[in-house]
């Protein structure tokens, strides 16, 4: 069973350029979190998505970025006209379905980054 | 709001001693808390969970923690470093209020010195 995989693994953009980060989860899950790492600290919290829907986007910057997580395919972290500020790792995780109720936690399984460089 | 205080930025200690990385947390509902460990350019792995079952929270690689409500602590610690160990370690809570996000603290770095 493979794990959570994201692509690129390092991505590079220009300022003013887009980027777009992808996320498949893991076999069988149908949640997934979008978190951002920048240098020195730890992991903010961006976006959480189900199939086709946004759940919780408390995180996500109002201007430049979005997310998807279509019924087909990966999720993906859109993030448009990317300034220097941008530059940092992306974490995407994913989890089962919840089995327990709203007010369960289910793991979350990390994969390894994209780390964005905005020149 | 919930959030978590790592006390150390950075810690280094000998192989072979005892490894100690401080967590405390404050949380208004009855917390899940965790620890997980990124090695270099790596993604991240769960080491432990606690989720209100026994406050002595085994994890993998020899670590294990403690919760104390009393002292609203989560301390990671090991009896014995290996060099294997040298990586960023974040503890995190998640609130039971709102479990789709988990807050993380800012990481512990630990050295292991030969």
């Known amino acids: 069973n493979a794990g959570v995989m994201q692509n690129p693994r390092h991505l590079v953009r220009r300022r003013g350029q887009e980027a777009r980060l992808r996320c498949s989860p893991m076999k069988g899950h149908s949640h997934v979190y979008w978190y951002r790492q920048l240098p020195e600290e730890g992991l903010k919290f961006m976006v959480y998505l189900q199939k086709e829907n946004i759940i919780d986007e408390s995180g996500m910057p109002k201007e430049r970025f979005s997310a998807e997580f279509p019924k087909e395919g990966p999720s993906i972290l859109r993030i448009q006209q990317v300034v220097r500020g941008d530059s940092a790792a992306y974490f995407c995780a994913s989890s089962p379905p919840r089995a327990g109720g709203r007010s369960s936690y289910n793991e979350q399984f990390f994969g390894p980054g994209t780390r964005l460089t905005v020149l | 709001a919930q959030s978590v205080t790592q006390l150390d930025s950075h810690v280094s200690v000998s192989e072979g001693t005892p490894v100690l990385l401080r967590c405390n947390y404050s949380?208004?509902?009855?917390?899940?808390l965790f620890w997980y460990v990124q090695h270099p350019n790596k993604g991240l792995q769960l080491l432990l969970k606690?989720?209100?079952?026994?406050?002595l929270v085994k994890g993998i690689n020899g670590f294990e923690a403690e919760f104390k409500k009393s002292e609203t602590s989560f301390h990671l610690t090991k009896p014995s470093a290996h060099m294997s160990d040298a990586a960023e370690y974040f503890c995190?809570?998640?609130?039971?209020?709102?479990?789709?996000?988990?807050?993380f603290g800012s990481g512990t770095r630990l050295s292991i010195r030969p």
């Open positions: 995190v809570v998640s609130d039971s209020s709102s479990a789709s996000k988990i807050i």
């Open positions: 606690y989720t209100s079952a026994a406050t």
């Open positions: 949380s208004s509902y009855s917390p899940s």
